[in-house]
């Protein structure tokens, strides 16, 4: 089973390079990218889950509707993506769940930092999907973490997924900077082993961010970008798709395995 996400946030990437993108055109070129990766599921006919802001999902109700309307499943990524309080576990779930008319049963930190999880179950979450289990210098030390998913503080904990043995992670980088027939391969390895694979991408990586030198964006993180990004992701389904895989939403996930563990 594949677990395909998307974390649908303001583009503030800029701003951790020294770059004040203003918000009506961080929440412009994510709603683009929405809207691209939504027409790539609807025609290869897949499901994911959609990890969304409530303040770009008020700054662009028609595309969160979309998603909804289109069958995937929309979950919380926090009220705003560059800062974090604890009530804004609550706060954005109330907010997704009004815009929505759905329940919102999954949550991820922005940037996949830690959160505390005794107040992601007082929220009101089933599942928490905010660890990556590798160690990226400056950003993830988890080597001691759980590879596959667990259950703490009351709430399912799904982690992105790393490879086996050498946690390599999967995420969208990799994706973008791997030969892909070599990401193809670390992917379906995974899946195998482990019986799911979870990974998660971003709207913005599908701008050509390459064209835009004024964003001043490291090279890892805009190659690839743009209509390059679009054919490696509908490539990608492809592949998995010409193997049999299922893909699932993480609720889905949650309702069959989780609770039968």
Same mark, same amino acid.
């Given at each position: ?21 203003? =918000? ?7 709603? !683009? ?8 599921? %609807? !025609? %290869? ?33 926090? $009220? ?14 109330? !907010? ?15 940037? =996949?930092?830690?959160?505390?999880? !005794? ?5 009101? $979450? ?25 259950? %703490? ?53 599908? $701008? ?54």
């Amino acid at each position: 089973m594949i677990l395909l996400s998307f974390d649908i946030e303001e583009f503030d990437v800029p701003l951790e390079h020294g770059v004040d993108l203003a =918000m009506e055109e961080q929440i412009r070129i994510s709603t !683009a990218g929405t809207e691209t990766i939504l027409d790539i599921l %609807k !025609a %290869k006919g897949v499901k994911a889950t959609f990890f969304c802001t409530a303040n770009f999902a008020l700054r662009s109700a028609a595309v969160v509707r979309r998603i909804v309307d289109e069958g995937h499943e929309l979950a919380s990524h926090g $009220y705003y993506h560059w800062t974090f309080h604890t009530e804004d576990l609550l706060r954005s779930k109330q !907010a997704l769940e009004e815009l929505s008319g759905r329940e919102i049963r999954g949550y991820r930190q922005a940037r =996949m930092m830690p959160v505390p999880e !005794a107040e992601v179950f007082k929220a009101g $979450y089933v599942y928490n999907s905010s660890l990556n289990p590798t160690f990226i210098p400056g950003r993830y030390m988890h080597l001691s973490a759980p590879r596959t998913f667990f259950m %703490k503080a009351g709430v399912w904990q799904i982690p992105a997924s790393v490879s086996p043995w050498l946690r390599f992670p999967l995420f969208w980088l990799s994706c973008h900077n791997l030969p892909f027939a070599l990401y193809r391969w670390l992917c379906h390895r995974t899946l195998r082993h482990d019986g799911y694979l979870t990974t998660y991408f971003h709207p913005w990586e599908f $701008y050509p961010l390459n064209n835009h030198p004024e964003l001043n964006l490291p090279f890892i993180v805009r190659n690839r970008s743009g209509e390059e990004m679009a054919k490696r992701l509908a490539d990608w389904i492809d592949f998995f798709k010409g193997k049999e895989a299922v893909f699932a939403t993480f609720s889905h996930f949650v309702d069959i395995h989780c609770h039968t563990t």
